[in-house]
């Protein structure tokens, strides 16, 4: 029920949009998660329906944008300054309930999961 798209190769310092299709139903949250190889699946960024409220990791502030299209049944990342260090699998996650802080870090609290979308940064 969620499709991620827009990874790819990009420079150091570069940028990126990734995109989240939904399709099936209507979702309250929206997030993104990351994973790297060897590594545990750790928490981006989330959004309420509206927009309003969002949330995001402390390693991504001020570089990561997330947002949604609810109309358009879509959620986005946009990735700038992008880091050899962001460098992972991004999956793109959904939940019918609102929750807000750090309980959204946790994979527990999200209901559906997309398939990933591979980011690689060259430094």
């Known amino acids: 029920q969620l499709q991620a798209s827009g990874g790819g190769l990009v420079q150091a310092g570069g940028s990126l949009r990734l995109s989240c299709a939904a399709s099936g139903r209507t979702f309250s949250m929206y997030a993104w998660f990351r994973q790297a190889p060897g590594k545990e699946r750790e928490f981006v960024a989330a959004?309420?329906?509206?927009?309003?409220?969002?949330h995001y990791a402390d390693s991504v502030k001020g570089r990561f944008t997330i947002s949604r299209d609810n109309a358009a049944n879509r959620a986005y990342l946009q990735i700038n300054s992008l880091k050899f260090e962001d460098t992972a699998v991004y999956y793109c996650a959904a939940s019918i309930r609102m929750t807000t802080g750090q309980a959204l870090r946790s994979t527990v609290v999200w209901d559906y999961w997309g398939q990933g979308t591979q980011v690689t940064v060259s430094s």
């Open positions: 959004v309420s329906r509206g927009g309003a409220y969002t």
